[in-house]
């Protein structure tokens, strides 16, 4: 894929001979500050840069802690002027964050939850030159990462690209035309029913398109016509929206509504039919399913699980140590991570939904190593992802934010988890990690240069934002409005703090948890 116009001037910077190898987009960084240029030899020079992130060859946009690398490159006169002979291996694209925004446009591509019936977004950073219809069709036909593979479905693939070159769209009819060449794509029809949910609502997100079609050797593969913005597509986005929260006060679980800037118990009206336990202290990190029927939470000493639903509680006490507060996912299973009670190795488990007394099940995960822990492990609202903090051993202050598919049987029962893919390689540390929407996280973590921890939402695949900063900071998380998400912090005093402002946080209420259902 080219980006406008610059690089054809760019190419008129290098020989013939790299000029029609060169690939621009294979490796993209994104430059932090003034470079420096030093001669090492005739015709060699060395060029050392800060960098802030990078853009692998899917576009998928990772922030990096800024730090200086060097790249040397080869030079030779032509006609009489120095042009580039030769790139450092794997070379791509340095560009500043302001040349990033001219030339790049986040996007987003859907998988699909082969389960649930839900899409599965993932954003990418796609240039703009072949025109960011043809890009993003490309993208969306290409293999599934690795982070997700064996954990959603792609009617794409390596045997399937496009036929032309370009995907017209018409101006009149703001019709996009995808024309594919695959072998048998006219003969499987649930290819092409996966297909076309997928380029269709990709697709559909862009300026400028109002239907596609999908079509091979001139013809049309759907027999209802092209995709426009009301038709039916097998699948939704996840919308998530919390009425009701459960402020732990003590042994104590009240009724509030989570999205009031001061967490407002809810009328006993509205929720007359709630039948909540107590949750003795001895109990931490509550966790409930989305329609509030089963809550779930570890021992203070991370040894045991309990599970509680409609009147009836177990306790599981053989599970492992070590154990992360538990997380339920849209199946209604809990899942929870740990280390195991012989060789203390780090596992993860899941407890399927039903009876609170079902065993916890391992899910594999051999990327894992020795010594490694588990700090936290949350689903994603789709159900396809986890969210998991690791940390190298005890005592290490450096956490990873790892994005790790889950692969599922043909039941939909969890079996593995996918290599995963880091997420937020500029937190060092990590209190806390929530999944705030299918394609955001929001954590309490610090960077290199931070001095206490602070709140930030992580769009996957985007750029760290930073929320207010609040003193004693311990936790964030996010609230579902349909919408989008409100944060809510909480801090070391027992405060819980909602937005007020851009700017500021606003004490609402002490509480010793604020639970948010189905996370």
Known sequence: ?????????????????????????????????????????????????????????????????????????????????????????????????????????????????????????????????????????????????????????????????????????????????????????????????????????????????????????????????????????????????????????????????????????????????????????SWTGVAASADLSELAAVSADRSELWRWRDGESEVHAGIGDELTDPSFDPHGDVWVAGTSRSAQDPRVWVLETGDVSTLARPVEVPWLADGERVETLRVSPDGTRALLVVRAERGSARDRVLVAGIVRDSQGRATALAEPWHAAPTLVEVASARWASTTDLVVAARRTQDQRLAAFTVPLGGWLDSLPDQAGLVDVQAVPTGQGFVPVARTEDGRLHTRDGPSVWFGARNGDELIVPGT
């Open 1 to 281: 894929m080219g980006f406008a116009d610059d690089e054809d001037v760019a190419r008129e910077y290098l020989t013939s001979t790299l000029a029609s190898e060169w690939v621009p987009t294979r490796d993209v960084l994104v430059l932090e500050g003034n470079q420096t240029v030093e001669e090492q030899a005739p015709g060699e020079v060395t060029v050392t840069t800060p960098v802030q992130g990078r853009i692998d060859e899917q576009g998928r946009l990772t922030e990096q802690p800024v730090a200086p690398i060097s790249r040397s490159f080869e030079l030779q006169r032509v006609d009489g002027e120095w042009r580039i002979s030769a790139f450092p291996e794997g070379f791509g694209l340095w560009l500043s964050a302001a040349d990033l925004d001219r030339a790049f446009r986040p996007s987003t591509v859907y998988y699909l939850n082969p389960h649930l019936d839900l899409f599965v977004p993932d954003v990418r950073w796609l240039a703009l030159g072949d025109g960011l219809t043809t890009s993003l069709a490309r993208t969306q036909l290409a293999e599934v990462p690795s982070h997700l593979e064996g954990a959603v479905r792609t009617g794409g693939g390596p045997d399937l690209r496009l036929a032309v070159g370009a995907v017209p769209v018409d101006p009149t009819t703001q019709m996009a035309v995808v024309n594919l060449q695959g072998s048998g794509l006219s003969d499987d029809p649930d290819r092409v029913a996966d297909l076309r949910a997928q380029l269709g609502h990709s697709l559909l997100g862009l300026r400028g398109v109002s239907a596609v079609d999908l079509r091979v050797a001139g013809r049309s593969l759907l027999e209802d016509g092209a995709v426009n913005l009301g038709s039916e597509l097998g699948y939704e986005e996840v919308v998530r929206e919390t009425e009701v929260g459960l402020l732990r006060i003590g042994e104590e679980l009240i009724p509030v509504d989570p999205t009031r800037y001061d967490l407002r118990n809810l009328p006993a009206a509205e929720v007359r039919d709630l039948d909540l336990p107590r949750v003795g202290m």
